[in-house]
């Protein structure tokens, strides 16, 4: 068969996106709940337009001695929004907390003595992807598009990329041929000051941001270039833009590159199986790549709210793996445990070796600046070595 050219295109946002900084602010407040009580069940939600907050959302049990507004707050300042003329400033910006305790109809499914028999803190379905044509087990275009918006908040806040505002998003094309991969556009959207020098800032954007990220990755230099391609993009931020937790979870996972079930992962703690066990679905996904068995995956989870056990499990391989679907349901059911309890048991969820917040930006997955439980490869020397036991017993 003749090799074909495709394209394939993913984004992502700064920390500075509206979108984004409600994500963040949901996801500290999580934070600081399950520091002050590991068991504490949380859901937050955020909007922001310009100079106004409101966070809503259910906690069991309220902490009166959790101060929402000053988490709100501090986050909004660490992102850089501290000028009145952004049109949103942490000092001066209205809150309104509309936090609430959460439903007894939805506690009495996901509370247990047993941890294995913790009900799903929701019903719902979660994707799980990963593929070989990354270090880090992730598709090409979002993990490209990530750094480019990680690289220019870095220089941002080291104050080397001058004019620069805290709002940016980065488009990233790939152009696949064969077993090849080559970038062909870059489009980045930044936020600038008032009075800017336009050419210097998008050489500065090419030159010091886009062709050290390419390189990075071992690829070409020589992709189109589209740099904000509107003419302007100074009104940025909660004042140019509405923002919501959750309404960048393509961002937040694969980049479009694999499904998603539609739950957000932001502001909610692990009961809640739209991110724990979309947080395992990747486990599995990237372990069974990592063995060699496939070069892709992808892999649904289902789940009834107050029920343990998943309603179905489902996955592809698009026809990448040297074995039948069959010895892979088998190596998942055997190495892997997708009940709500255990998934937060190993991955010590409730008492987390990282910040939720630290999550919030660049994508959950593929961090290679985290060191995250659900990124790790330790099933894949046992699902090895279980290959090859069947091997020998001429079971595949």
Same mark, same amino acid.
């Given at each position: ?22 994500? +963040? ?23 922001a337009t310009t100079d106004t907050l409101i966070i809503g959302g259910e ?55 047993? *941890? ?6 929701? +019903? ?8 070989n044509e990354s270090e880090g087990y992730m598709p090409l275009a979002i ?32 152009? *696949? ?122 892999? +649904? ?17 698009f026809k990448t793996s040297k074995y039948v679907d069959e010895v892979i ?5 055997? #190495? ?28 959950? #997955? ?25 091997? +020998?017993?001429?079971?595949?």
């Open positions: 068969m003749d090799k074909i050219h495709y394209l394939f295109t993913s984004e992502s946002v700064s920390e500075g996106h509206p979108d984004k900084l409600c994500d +963040q602010i949901s996801d500290r407040i999580l934070d600081a709940y399950l520091k002050a009580n590991k068991d504490s069940f949380v859901a937050i939600e955020c909007f906690v069991n049990p309220i902490n009166e001695d959790i101060d929402i507004e000053q988490i709100a707050r501090d986050t909004i300042k660490s992102i850089g929004y501290d000028k009145d003329e952004y049109g949103f400033n942490y000092k001066t910006v209205k809150i309104t907390n509309l936090v609430k305790g959460q439903s007894s109809n939805i506690r009495q499914g996901v509370e247990n003595n047993d *941890y294995l028999l913790q009900g799903a803190g929701d +019903q719902g379905i979660m994707f799980g992807y990963a593929s993990s490209i598009a990530h750094k480019l918006v990680r690289t220019a908040t870095k220089l941002r806040k080291e104050g080397k990329f001058k004019y620069a505002r805290p709002d940016m998003k980065s488009q990233v094309t790939i152009d *696949y041929y064969g077993d090849s991969q080559r970038i062909d556009t870059i489009l980045m959207s930044v936020q600038h000051d008032k009075d800017f020098d336009e050419q210097e800032f998008k050489k500065y954007i090419k030159e010091e941001i886009m062709i050290p990220v390419a390189k990075s990755f071992n690829l070409n230099t020589d992709f189109k270039v589209l740099i904000n391609p509107t003419g302007l993009f100074e009104i940025g931020g909660p004042a140019g833009d509405t923002g919501l937790t959750g309404r960048k979870i393509i961002v937040d996972t694969y980049g479009g590159s694999a499904r998603h079930g539609g739950g957000a992962f932001s502001g909610k703690d692990p009961s809640k199986v739209d991110r724990s066990a979309a947080y395992m679905a990747r486990y599995i996904a990237k372990n069974i790549v990592a063995s060699g068995i496939c070069s892709r995956m992808e892999i +649904q989870l289902s789940y009834a709210i107050g029920v343990a056990e998943p309603i179905s499990i489902n996955f592809s391989t349901l088998d190596i998942i059911n055997k #190495f892997f445990d997708c009940r709500p309890g255990a998934i937060i048991k190993k991955f010590k969820l409730r008492e987390p070796s990282f910040n939720y917040g630290d999550l919030t930006n660049y994508g959950h #997955f593929g961090r290679p600046d985290l060191d995250l439980p659900f990124e790790k490869l330790d099933m894949v020397e046992p699902i090895k070595k279980y290959i090859s036991e069947i091997k +020998q017993n001429n079971k595949i």
